[in-house]
């Protein structure tokens, strides 16, 4: 069985930029490689409310990076040029990181985790 069911590439195009509340605080810079088929790193760990900027590359073909709780979806060309994806960390929680574009036989299971700790209280 050969499991080629395409998924509509669907153009959601990337949202409104988020306003953070501090505007002068910097924004945490990833690095991120995409790679058939993870993220490098799978994992990413942020705080609640921060300002968060992921560059990410492709270590082979295109791929996308899809966080679907704070509206993210970016094409990842070939060719190893960084792509800047900016979104605010604005709720705790565990998030799906997906690939949005398919890229071969283990396009869906190319995952990863976004992880926003909650801000502690009384900060
Ligand atoms: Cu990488 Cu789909």
Do not use: W, Y
Not at 72 to 97: H, M, Q, Y
Request: proline share 5%; hydrophobic share 35%.
């Amino acid at each position: 069985m050969s499991g080629t069911a395409m998924l509509s590439a669907r153009q959601d195009p990337a949202t409104a930029p988020q306003r953070a509340g501090q505007g002068n605080a910097a924004p945490r810079v990833i690095e991120v490689t995409a790679k058939r088929f993870e993220f490098d790193p799978s994992t990413i760990e942020v705080a609640e409310g921060e300002r968060v900027r992921l560059q990410v590359k492709s270590a082979d073909g295109v791929h996308g990076l899809q966080i679907k709780k704070f509206n993210v979806n970016k094409l990842v060309p070939r060719g190893g040029n960084a792509v800047t994806i900016d979104f605010t960390a604005s709720a705790p929680g565990t998030f799906e990181i997906l690939c949005s574009e398919e890229c071969g036989e283990g396009h869906e299971t190319m995952k990863g985790s976004l992880v926003v700790k909650a801000k502690a209280k009384g900060q």
